[in-house]
């Protein structure tokens, strides 16, 4: 039986499990391209190049998993168009992409007026949106020390907007930011009180 249950198990991990991929592609914009990786579990790769090998990764928290799948199931997984039978600018070639073992299907569009796709494509920019402002951040840590303030008010907007996703990623460094004389007293202050504010995030 034992040998039987870890039969099972290899073949389980060797199918893979549900993945979800999104990319956008803009030349001319900053950053000029964009893709996104999540699995079922919530874990979530962030990459400004195909084939990055150092995303930024984070956890999406368990609700917030099942609404983004959710979304792509009620789209029947990206096996039918997307795009709005209207002229518009051009918005950035985007890309969704649904993968379970050898199952993928795929949807690119550059604007779409369906409300669920609208609603998926807000949650995979909400997820771009986090890790830009942890790669801003980290940056301006390191090389640009009079810069972190205006990092760190850009984080703080995106976490009063609601717009951040597994903040709990940025209190490391927000912690050594406020604990760091070499940091301006703003900015040692305003990295306190954000890291306070993800701690204990309001009803």
Do not use: C
């Amino acid at each position: 039986m034992k040998y039987v249950l870890l039969f099972l198990a290899g073949g389980a991990m060797a199918g893979g499990a549900p993945n979800l991929f999104y990319s956008k592609s803009f030349p001319g914009s900053s950053p000029a391209y964009v893709e996104i990786n999540v699995d079922k579990g919530g874990a979530v790769e962030y990459r400004e190049a195909p084939g990055e090998d150092n995303p930024v990764k984070f956890q999406l928290k368990d609700t917030e998993v099942e609404e983004v799948f959710g979304l792509a199931e009620k789209l029947g997984h990206f096996k039918q168009p997307l795009e709005a039978p209207v002229k518009v600018a051009f918005m950035g070639a985007k890309t969704f992409r649904w993968e379970n073992g050898t199952e993928k299907s795929e949807v690119k569009f550059n604007y779409s007026q369906d409300a669920t796709a609208q609603a998926l494509l807000d949650w995979f920019e909400r997820m771009a949106e986090s890790a830009q402002r942890e790669i801003d951040l980290e940056r301006s840590a390191k090389y640009d020390k009079l810069g972190v303030v205006k990092s760190l008010l850009l984080l703080e907007t995106s976490l009063e907007h609601k717009r951040l996703l597994g903040p709990e990623q940025f209190l490391p460094m927000l912690d050594r930011i406020a604990k760091n004389e070499s940091y301006m007293h703003t900015a040692q202050a305003r990295a306190a009180d954000i890291a306070s504010a993800i701690r204990n995030p309001k009803p």
